[in-house]
Each structure stands twice: as structure tokens, then as C-alpha cells.
T-cell receptor
Framework: SQQGEEDPQALSIQEGENATMNCSYK?????LQWYRQNSGRGLVHLIL?????REKHSGRLRVTLDTSKKSSSLLITASRAADTASYFC????????????FGKGTSLLVTP | NAGVTQTPKFRVLKTGQSMTLLCAQD?????MYWYRQDPGMGLRLIHY???????AKGEVPDGYNVSRLKKQNFLLGLESAAPSQTSVYFC??????????????FGSGTQLSVL
């Protein structure tokens, strides 16, 4: 089941601006992860946040998690053209190894 | 570092034909997964394996079979391809320890078209 749902579906910004993507999910989780997919490529893990964490940073990425609202956000600061990609949130499914339930993704376009 | 390798990268089949997609990982991961990605649908889990010799069904297993005879390989088979199986297929693997390292490593995908 696709538990995660990203918002917006598409986002277009200019280089240097910040990009914020949101994710909502339905059931309780152990962790929530964000992945990036460049066109025609596989997904690459960006960051994992556990259910007992509220915020996490990695370079220009900032992820927040609100388990009471079942939502997460990914902030990319000072965007670059190379950040152009699709971004997916994924929630864990403890019944399938560490298989993840992916949302439909946010398509981010960063123009020079 | 090869990571997760999928073969082939592209394939065109006729309805009713069979084929096998091969996934190989060199990270000694216990867990392996097959996903399909369709436009507007995100990724959906087809089958997964939590160790050599074990497999289990995911969200959309119908029309597919899998085998994990060796720890490093996870094969996805289509016995009688249908146009609805036109998709991009991704293999992924992960460690088994729940220690903050549960991220998935993905292959580059196989674009399959069934005519």
C-alpha cells in the first residue's frame, strides 16, 4: 500500500531558493525516509528519521517529523540545478523485512 | 563499488513470452526487494526476500515469481508477460540489523515493454 503521499506533486523554483516538500502517511511507523530519483535512474537514499526524532539535518537537507499529525517535511536549502529530481518519502513496513511504502513523489525543477 | 546491479537494462517482449530479470548485490545484504514503478503510481513492492532460500509476496505479486538461491542474487520471473506488466522494475537490497541502517540501496532499473 502506498502509505506516503507527497505534496506538492510538482515544484518549480530558481537556484538559490529553498524547496519544501511535504509527506503525509496513514499508520504508525518506525522510521520515515526520503529518497531522490534523477530521471532514468534508481532511487538514492537521502535521510532517515526515526519515530522518536522530530528533526534531522544532513548538509543542505532538513527533515522534520510530526507523528501526531502523521506528516513529514523535507527542506532543501539554497537549491541548485543539480537538485532537479523527483523526491519520495517512504515509510517502513515491519511485516516485509525492511520493505518501504513509497509515495508518488514530488517532481522538483530548479532553474538557473 | 558495484552495489546493486540489474540486468538487462531494457527489454521488449511480446505478450505471452517469458523472461527473467537478474539482480545482484555485492554488499552482503540479507534483504532484497523487487519494485515496479509506473507513472503516477510511485513504487510498489512485488516480492521480497529476507534471506537466502526465502521469498515472500509484496503488494502486487500476481504474474511474477522470484527465487533467491544465492544470497547475492534475487531473480524476478515473468512466466507469461502481459501488457499490464509494462513498467520500470527496480531491485533493492538492505541490511537486516535495525540499527539506523535500514535504508534501501537501489539498482538502476530495467525498462520492460510488453507489446
Amino acid at each position: 500500500s502506498q502509505q506516503g503521499e507527497e505534496d506538492p506533486q510538482a515544484l518549480s523554483i530558481q537556484e538559490g531558493e529553498n524547496a519544501t516538500m511535504n509527506c503525509s502517511y496513514k499508520t504508525s511507523i518506525n522510521n520515515l525516509q526520503w529518497y531522490r530519483q534523477n530521471s532514468g535512474r534508481g532511487l538514492v537514499h537521502l535521510i532517515l528519521i526515526r519515530s522518536n526524532e522530530r528533526e534531522k539535518h544532513s548538509g543542505r537537507l532538513r527533515v522534520t517529523l510530526d507523528t501526531s499529525k502523521k506528516s513529514s517535511s523535507l527542506l532543501i536549502t539554497a537549491s541548485r540545478a543539480a537538485d532537479t529530481a523527483s523526491y519520495f518519502c517512504a515509510t517502513d513496513n515491519s511485516n516485509s523485512g525492511y520493505a518501504l511504502n513509497f509515495g508518488k513523489g514530488t517532481s522538483l525543477l530548479v532553474t538557473p | 563499488n558495484a552495489g546493486v546491479t540489474q540486468t538487462p537494462k531494457f527489454r521488449v517482449l511480446k505478450t505471452g513470452q517469458s523472461m527473467t530479470l537478474l539482480c545482484a548485490q555485492d554488499m552482503n545484504h540479507e534483504y532484497m526487494y523487487w519494485y515496479r514503478q509506473d507513472p503516477g503510481m510511485g513504487l510498489r513492492l512485488i516480492h521480497y526476500s529476507v534471506g537466502e532460500g526465502t521469498t515472500a509476496k509484496g503488494e502486487v505479486p500476481d504474474g511474477y515469481n522470484v527465487s533467491r538461491l544465492k544470497k547475492q542474487n534475487f531473480l524476478l520471473g515473468l512466466e507469461s508477460a502481459a501488457p499490464s506488466q509494462t513498467s520500470v522494475y527496480f531491485c533493492a537490497s538492505s541490511y537486516s540489523e535495525r540499527d539506523g541502517n535500514e535504508k534501501l540501496f537501489f539498482g538502476s532499473g530495467t525498462q520492460l515493454s510488453v507489446l
